[in-house]
């Protein structure tokens, strides 16, 4: 499963029409997309504050980081919805 926190990201590989704004996108998305075609993996959306890699993509406050590093660290995954 790759959990996603941009609705965008998953309609894009959800649905494989090709739009005007979307046809620069590389080849990685249409094999994204196949493999979720494939069942090999799925898309889920993730809520922002329950994303850990939203520390190595954007800033975020002390307190965030140390949560989420520390959900890393001892192995906290998104099942502690």
Same mark, same amino acid.
């Given at each position: 499963?790759?959990?996603?926190?941009?609705?965008?990201?998953?309609?894009?590989?959800?649905?494989?029409?090709?739009?005007?704004?979307?046809? !620069?996108? &590389? /080849?990685?998305?249409?094999? %994204?997309?196949? =493999?979720?075609?494939?069942?090999?993996?799925?898309?889920?959306? @993730? !809520?922002? &504050? /329950?994303?850990?890699?939203? %520390?190595?993509? =954007?800033?975020?406050?002390?307190?965030?980081?140390?949560?989420? @590093?520390?959900?890393?660290?001892?192995?906290?995954?998104?099942?502690?919805?």
């Amino acid at each position: 499963t790759i959990f996603e926190d941009n609705q965008g990201t998953i309609h894009l590989v959800n649905n494989p029409v090709h739009h005007r704004r979307s046809k !620069h996108i &590389d /080849l990685r998305w249409h094999y %994204i997309r196949d =493999k979720q075609e494939l069942g090999i993996i799925k898309m889920e959306k @993730v !809520h922002t &504050d /329950l994303n850990h890699a939203d %520390i190595f993509t =954007k800033p975020v406050s002390l307190a965030v980081f140390r949560r989420h @590093v520390g959900a890393i660290m001892h192995g906290v995954g998104l099942d502690a919805r």
